[in-house]
T-cell receptor
Framework: GAGVSQSPRYKVAKRGQDVALRCDPISGHVSLFWYQQALGQGPEFLTYFQNEAQLDKSGLPSDRFFAERPEGSVSTLKIQRTQQEDSAVYLC??????????????FGPGTRLTVT | AQTVTQSQPEMSVQEAETVTLSCTYDTSESDYYLFWYKQPPSRQMILVIRQEAYKQQNATENRFSVNFQKAAKSFSLKISDSQLGDAAMYFCASTQGGSEKLVFGKGTKLTVNP
């Protein structure tokens, strides 16, 4: 079946612009995660959904970052007034389980955001 | 905060040889999961192997195995009979806070020489 897909794959934004990054998880996956991966670093947790509920947003770096998953499937990560430090690859992952740790997270290809 | 440390930024191995990637972690939780993920160049991150902390037996997946030392908080990955397709960034990760969210190390770049 289809894996996790993300769009766009590449996004160039001028500083101060708003961007929206989309994630389509694997059908039926309850949990959805967003991670930020800076160049040469490991992914860092941003936020987590269980169905449509955002259970943890402790990793969002500022109030310019906002994520939603209104119908419990597709998710959008929005970044307002982009700054150069927002340049990174944004990874989305989904998994079957609800809340309990351990299940495999399936990652999408990521969206590479460059802020100029 | 929970941390995962990979002390080897880069490693290389000859094709068909064995290589071990190191990982240590810091957690106060009693139950957690540990993972090794592989990220090939310009490709998606995929799970290599997973270990449940309450299981003493080391996980094995074909040519990949782990050496899990719970008391030392160490979780190394051994790749046997290395293949050219094993070349990638390898990330060690741990669950955090009793939830599914992952904390990753900075990664080890593995090069496989023919």
């Amino acid at each position: 079946g289809a894996g996790v897909s993300q769009s766009p794959r590449y996004k160039v934004a001028k500083r101060g612009q708003d961007v929206a990054l989309r994630c389509d998880p694997i059908s039926g996956h309850v949990s959805l995660f967003w991670y930020q991966q800076a160049l040469g670093q490991g992914p860092e947790f941003l936020t987590y959904f269980q169905n449509e509920a955002q259970l943890d947003k402790s990793g969002l770096p500022s109030d310019r970052f906002f994520a939603e998953r209104p119908e419990g499937s597709v998710s959008t990560l929005k970044i307002q007034r982009t700054q150069q430090e927002d340049s990174a690859v944004y990874l989305c992952a989904s998994s079957l389980a609800t809340a309990s740790p351990g299940p495999e997270q399936y990652f999408g290809p990521g969206t590479r955001l460059t802020v100029t | 905060a929970q941390t995962v440390t990979q002390s080897q930024p880069e490693m290389s191995v000859q094709e068909a040889e064995t290589v071990t990637l190191s990982c240590t972690y810091d957690t106060s939780e009693s139950d957690y999961y540990l993972f090794w993920y592989k990220q090939p160049p310009s490709r998606q991150m995929i799970l290599v192997i997973r270990q449940e902390a309450y299981k003493q037996q080391n996980a094995t997946e074909n040519r990949f195995s782990v050496n899990f030392q719970k008391a030392a908080k160490s979780f190394s990955l051994k790749i046997s009979d290395s293949q050219l397709g094993d070349a990638a960034m390898y990330f060690c990760a741990s669950t955090q806070g009793g939830s599914e969210k992952l904390v990753f190390g900075k990664g080890t770049k593995l090069t496989v020489n023919p």
